[in-house]
């Protein structure tokens, strides 16, 4: 086990619902990514957070967004949901040095299996 | 442009035979390529890290290796079990300022006792 836990296991939802998806980093960690996985596909990059402040974001639009917490908890939020947002979301923490530095390896939940109807 | 690529097909092999898996990439030079594994339903767990300026690690019964100029990697289950059966996934670091990973969309192994 990593230590890193997400909430909720499942989720079903229906077209245009909104959705909040939660994260708790392993201890001592600082940064979370957060991933979407579609079935059959690798995990792509949604974005990451870093002592609360967005650092670095791949290709989804605006209605996926995210905060960190002073814990370095995390949530995920989605707007407007689409059918084709049915997917596996995994968080992921890892440990940022000072300098912004990572320490290379990420850390993953067991993710959240989220279902558009 | 940009592609990350493992084999789609299922590795099939028999028990205690070496299990190859790998990861061709183009139009990327990552710092860093990393490999998990991830059984269904569940997250990807990290096994094995190797730098741009390594060419082989090893750990137990894993064995990486990275030639950044054919830019592939060959990842290597010797003494193979069925407790190996599961989808190992590549993913590319490329130490840009957010420090994501790339992933490939994995290789499903299955190891017939």
């Known amino acids: 086990e990593t230590g890193v836990t997400q909430s909720p296991t499942h989720l079903i939802k229906t077209r245009g619902q909104q959705v909040t998806l939660r994260c708790s980093s392993q201890?001592?960690?600082?940064?979370v990514s957060w991933y979407q996985q579609a079935l059959g596909q690798g995990p792509q990059f949604i974005f990451q957070y870093y002592r609360e402040e967005e650092n670095g974001r791949g290709n989804f639009p605006p209605r996926f967004s995210g905060l960190q917490f002073p814990n370095y908890s995390s949530e995920l939020n989605v707007n407007a949901l689409e059918l084709d947002d049915s997917a596996l979301y995994l968080c992921?923490?890892?440990?940022?040095?000072?300098?912004?530095?990572?320490?290379?390896?990420?850390?993953f939940g067991p993710g959240t299996r989220l279902t558009v109807l | 442009s940009q592609k990350i690529e493992q084999n789609s097909e299922a590795l099939n092999i028999q028990e205690g035979k070496t299990a190859t898996l790998t990861c061709n990439y183009t139009?990327?030079?990552?710092?860093?390529l990393q490999w998990y594994r991830q059984d269904p339903g569940r997250g990807p767990v990290f096994l094995l890290l190797i730098r741009e300026n390594e060419k082989e690690k090893r750990k137990e019964r894993l064995k990486v290796t990275f030639d950044t100029t054919l830019k592939q990697s060959l990842f290597h289950i010797t003494a193979s079990q069925p407790a190996d059966s599961a989808t190992y996934l590549c993913?590319?670091?490329?130490?840009?300022?957010?420090?994501?990973?790339?992933f490939g969309s994995g290789t499903r192994l299955l190891v017939r006792p």
């Open positions: 993913a590319l670091d490329m130490m840009d300022s957010s420090y994501k990973l790339i």
């Open positions: 992921a923490s890892s440990l940022a040095l000072a300098g912004g530095e990572s320490t290379d390896t990420q850390y």
């Open positions: 139009n990327y030079s990552p710092a860093y």
């Open positions: 201890s001592g960690h600082n940064t």
